[in-house]
């Protein structure tokens, strides 16, 4: 016999399903009368329940939700480990900071030691390497791709001092993992994905966040899956990280005992670590500067049901992508469109290939063009255009991120030695000129994809 309580829960759960049906019956999105975000969520019932679920127990710290969502991410991805954080962007610092730790012996990063990355893009990939003591090399961007341009990594290298490379798939295109894993192998250091743009990408027929010693993904509302908020680190390879970036997420102690477990290790008054007394309860033991950049275990409930539509959602931003190429071939004399890394061209019928390169399959999270210098209209004047017409629109995120006040002030300050450049990074400056991006995600439908390309052909075609 059901309870009192259980049955409260039902008929709680059954009266919020009926809430989020009613509101999402009311909330369609009408072209030219409604904005048009570039992302946003895409959700049902089920997530709003499974997260009214969770708050109902009111295990609010990271918990079974975040244990399972965890798990079950690794096995979509087939990393050994996924560990929630509460962005993406900590997830890049918990990354970075894990290079760093004690705990790797003579292949840890120190401070002054170099990074490679890439200069266009957003700034939290980058950030954390100068938080934590390193030092940025920026290598330049293809503009066409987004991504680096991988023959300056060979300029960039300097023995002893290059330690890791860390670079994101831009706009879920795929970067060139065949040469970046080469570089990293035959220099013997770290690689580091963020693929917080790129879940669900393939490169030669494997998921991305697979190839780096490390990955990281982002769950805010315009990724490809949501917890809110909410980020991941994945461990690729070696798993001494788990305990390395669990400490860093958590305050930088050296207990691994889960919230609500004291005694896991069977011997917390026993250990004896740093200078402090022998039995020093391991609860409160620091081996890192940590943080504290734990979500809530009711969004892993919530991205629990998301990561249930993931296969969909991913389909569904190709099928997005492609729809606005096809729509758009007409204005190729003014705009070039991305392609996919190794892609030469783009036909009705499909992509032309480098020879004798990978398949290269974008799980896309934007649609990117580049205006020419013989367009009627600026890039500036085109998201003008957009804005206008209520079409959510965005720049390549920051841009090159060299130019902008945070990175030029920083080189002021540190008389030029903050962080190096490879050439003129050109391409990087052409994407922060020249590019823009309109959205793929789920949530937009044709009749919104072809509002977009009448309004952004009509600005282009007189």
């Known amino acids: 016999m059901i309870n009192k309580i259980d049955q409260l829960r039902l008929e709680i759960l059954e009266k919020t399903k009926e809430i989020i049906r009613l509101r999402q019956t009311e909330a369609s999105v009408i072209p030219g009368v409604h904005h048009i975000p570039y992302a946003g969520r895409v959700y049902d019932e089920e997530e709003v329940c499974a997260g009214v679920n969770s708050m109902l127990d009111f295990w609010l710290t990271l918990g079974p939700e975040g244990a399972a969502f965890e798990r079950e991410f690794a096995e979509y991805l087939g990393v050994r480990k996924s560990i929630l954080v509460n962005s993406g962007s900590s997830a890049n610092l918990v990354a970075i900071s894990s290079l760093f730790s004690h705990k790797l012996g003579e292949k840890r990063v120190r401070k002054g030691d170099e990074i490679i990355t890439v200069a266009a893009g957003f700034p939290t990939t980058v950030a954390p390497i100068i938080?934590?003591?390193?030092?940025?090399?920026?290598?330049?961007?293809?503009?066409?791709?987004?991504?680096?341009?991988?023959?300056?990594?060979?300029?960039?290298?300097v023995k002893g001092k290059t330690k890791a490379v860390m670079i994101a798939h831009a706009l879920g295109n795929p970067f060139d993992l065949g040469e970046v894993v080469r570089f990293c192998r035959e220099k013997d250091i770290w690689l580091v994905e963020d693929n917080c743009d790129?879940?669900?990408?393939?490169?030669?027929?494997?998921?991305?966040?697979?190839?780096?010693?490390?990955?990281?993904?982002?769950?805010?509302?315009?990724?490809?899956?949501?917890?809110?908020?909410?980020?991941?680190?994945?461990?690729?390879?070696?798993?001494?990280?788990?305990?390395?970036?669990?400490?860093?997420?958590?305050?930088?102690?050296?207990?691994?005992?889960?919230?609500?477990?004291?005694?896991?290790?069977?011997?917390?008054?026993?250990?004896?670590?740093?200078?402090?007394?022998?039995?020093?309860?391991?609860?409160?033991?620091?081996?890192?500067?940590?943080?504290?950049?734990?979500?809530?275990?009711?969004?892993?409930?919530?991205?629990?049901?998301?990561?249930?539509?993931?296969?969909?959602?991913?389909?569904?931003?190709?099928?997005?992508?492609?729809?606005?190429?096809?729509?758009?071939?007409?204005?190729?004399?003014?705009?070039?469109?991305?392609?996919?890394?190794?892609?030469?061209?783009?036909?009705?019928?499909?992509?032309?290939?480098?020879?004798?390169?990978?398949?290269?399959?974008p799980s896309w999270f934007g649609f990117m063009l580049l205006v020419k210098k013989n367009s009627p209209l600026s890039r500036n004047q085109i998201v003008v255009r957009l804005d206008e017409a209520k079409i959510g629109n965005r720049m390549l995120f920051g841009g090159n991120l060299v130019r902008q006040p945070a990175f030029v002030s920083l080189k002021e300050d540190s008389q030029g030695s903050a962080f190096r450049v490879i050439g003129d990074l050109a391409g990087a400056d052409k994407l922060m000129n020249d590019a823009l991006f309109i959205g793929v995600y789920p949530g937009l439908n044709e009749d919104h994809l072809s509002y977009i390309a009448k309004i952004i052909k009509n600005a282009l075609i007189k």
């Open 198 to 361: 790129s879940l669900g990408s393939k490169y030669d027929n494997q998921l991305t966040g697979t190839f780096g010693d490390l990955s990281t993904q982002s769950f805010y509302p315009p990724h490809h899956l949501t917890l809110g908020e909410g980020g991941a680190l994945n461990i690729n390879k070696n798993i001494i990280f788990k305990t390395i970036s669990e400490s860093i997420r958590d305050w930088g102690r050296d207990c691994w005992c889960p919230s609500g477990a004291d005694n896991s290790c069977n011997k917390r008054f026993q250990w004896q670590l740093g200078e402090l007394p022998k039995g020093y309860d391991h609860k409160f033991t620091y081996s890192h500067l940590g943080y504290n950049l734990k979500p809530l275990d009711t969004q892993a409930a919530i991205g629990r049901v998301q990561l249930k539509k993931l296969s969909s959602f991913i389909q569904k931003r190709k099928d997005n992508w492609l729809f606005l190429r096809k729509s758009l071939a007409e204005i190729e004399d003014f705009v070039s469109f991305a392609l996919p890394t190794h892609a030469l061209d783009w036909t009705p019928t499909g992509f032309s290939w480098s020879s004798g390169k990978p398949p290269v399959d």
């Open 131 to 157: 938080q934590s003591g390193g030092i940025p090399v920026f290598i330049d961007n293809d503009p066409i791709t987004g991504n680096p341009r991988v023959e300056q990594l060979e300029e960039a290298y």
